[in-house]
Antibody, heavy 127, light 107 residues
Framework: QVQLVESGGGVVQPGRSLRLSCAAS????????IHWVRQGPGKGLEWVAV????????NYADSVKGRFTISRDNSENTVYLEVSSLKTQDTAVYSC????????????????????WGQGTAVIVSS | DIQMTQSPSSLSASVGDRVTITCRAS??????LTWSQQKPGKAPQLLIY???NLESGVPSRFSGSGSGTEFTLTISGLQPEDFATYFC?????????FGQGTKLEIK
């Protein structure tokens, strides 16, 4: 079945880095844009980043721009999120999710929603 | 940024009831709006995409409507498994913002 599994979270000190992974299975990975979304404790959902199916188009929330980097390896069916210069306000469960339709996330900006989400990986930034 | 204002934040209802949840966008997002359901400890499940299209496998008691800035999710004939949190999400332009969620509880 279609599945996304995140890993790489943990407890980290402010200013340090982590690499989160999102492993996909059950669909033609290279056809779909992938997003990262996070939810902090007691907070709502916050969109973090997107990468297009071919990895060319990337976009980030202002709150993480310059500190987070999204990438993908279509040969390994995996998307990565490098999170660096971490702040306490980055503490959250980070989930990846796929575009509802193939070949949609792009420089045009719009897409048709996220249909499959992973369970998330927790990042706790604390000294 | 596009602000998504979802209401109500919580709702009590009984099995068999019809409930409506509303999402208002701070600017025109055409039909780039989805509704999803989330249960504790589980990944969200997509219910409605493009404002009014029922996702495959989702019961027909769920329906969505609206375009532009006003959207609604209606559940007709609540079932016990429907008690969960619902959220809207705009996919018109980045940053792709979410509504704050509606927690639907059993009365």
């Amino acid at each position: 079945q279609v599945q996304l599994v995140e890993s790489g979270g943990g407890v980290v000190q402010p200013g340090r880095s982590l690499r989160l992974s999102c492993a996909a299975s059950g669909f033609t990975f290279s056809n779909y844009g992938i997003h990262w979304v996070r939810q902090g404790p007691g907070k709502g959902l916050e969109w973090v980043a997107v990468i297009s199916d071919d990895g060319v188009y990337k976009n980030y929330a202002d709150s993480v721009k310059g500190r987070f980097t999204i990438s993908r390896d279509n040969s390994e069916n995996t998307v990565y999120l490098e999170v660096s210069s971490l702040k306490t306000q980055d503490t959250a469960v980070y989930s990846c999710a796929k575009d509802r339709f193939p070949h949609t996330s792009s420089h045009f900006g719009y897409f048709y929603g996220l249909d499959v989400w992973g369970q998330g990986t927790a990042v706790i930034v604390s000294s | 940024d596009i602000q998504m204002t979802q209401s109500p934040s919580s709702l009590s209802a009984s099995v068999g009831d019809r409930v409506t949840i509303t999402c208002r966008a701070s600017q025109n997002i055409n039909k780039y709006l989805t509704w999803s359901q989330q249960k504790p400890g589980k990944a969200p499940q997509l219910l409605i995409y493009a404002a009014s299209n029922l996702e495959s496998g989702v019961p027909s008691r769920f329906s969505g409507s609206g375009s532009g800035t006003e959207f609604t999710l209606t559940i007709s004939g609540l079932q016990p498994e429907d008690f969960a949190t619902y959220f809207c999400h705009q996919s018109h332009s980045p940053p792709y913002t979410f509504g704050q969620g509606t927690k639907l509880e059993i009365k």
